[in-house]
């Protein structure tokens, strides 16, 4: 039986992952957690592991996302993202997203108990609670409330049912 699986050349965040053994270092899985009274969402450990290991943060960048959830993204690829975004050519496109991603982006730390403190303005466009869902997305983290994600995953499985040949080209 194979020791592990080799992957090809690839870049995730500060990791290169050429010639290692094992999982590429990037967010993947779905995890129902908690968000308490005070804002602190619970962070999975494995999460946290990529963010150290292959990134080399300790902070997350939160900010909204345009599927009425919010995306978390590694403090050193926020940086490159704010970077494109003022290299983009001016326009109205261009200050839509300053004005409904970059500008609402917060720097959270984690705590002792693997927890961010998402602040009020933050929690309430995603209308976090009680009860989240964090997932994966390769190279940022999103958080939505259950409710609003049963909604994307619904909207998420209607695209791909009418994309058939986008579905086999990733060989699924």
């Known amino acids: 039986m194979p020791q592990g699986r080799r992957y090809s050349s ?3 965040g500060n990791s290169d992952m050429l010639g290692q053994k094992g999982p590429p270092m990037i967010f993947q899985g779905e995890f129902n957690n908690s968000i308490d009274p005070k804002g602190r ?3 999975p450990a494995k999460f946290r592991e990529v963010l150290a290991d292959a990134y080399g943060d300790e902070v997350l960048v939160v900010t ?5 959830g919010l995306s978390a ?4 690829s926020w940086g490159k993202i704010v970077e494109r975004v003022q290299q983009s050519p001016p326009g109205p496109e261009k200050n839509a997203v300053i004005r409904l991603i970059v500008a609402p982006a917060t720097e959270c730390a984690f705590d002792k108990q693997g927890r961010v403190l998402i602040p009020p303005a933050l929690r309430s466009h995603a209308g976090l609670e ?19 994600y049963a909604e994307v995953t619904r909207h998420s499985e209607a695209l791909l049912q009418d994309s058939p040949d986008f579905v086999s080209g990733v060989g699924l």
Do not use: T
Request: proline letters at 3%; aromatic letters at 8%.
């Open 73 to 76: 993204y590694p403090l050193s």
């Open 130 to 148: 009680k009860e989240i869902v964090v997932v994966g997305m390769f190279d940022k983290i999103d958080l939505y409330s259950q409710i609003k």
């Open 41 to 43: 969402a619970s962070i």
């Open 10 to 12: 690839q870049k995730v």
């Open 64 to 68: 909204k996302n345009v599927e009425g």
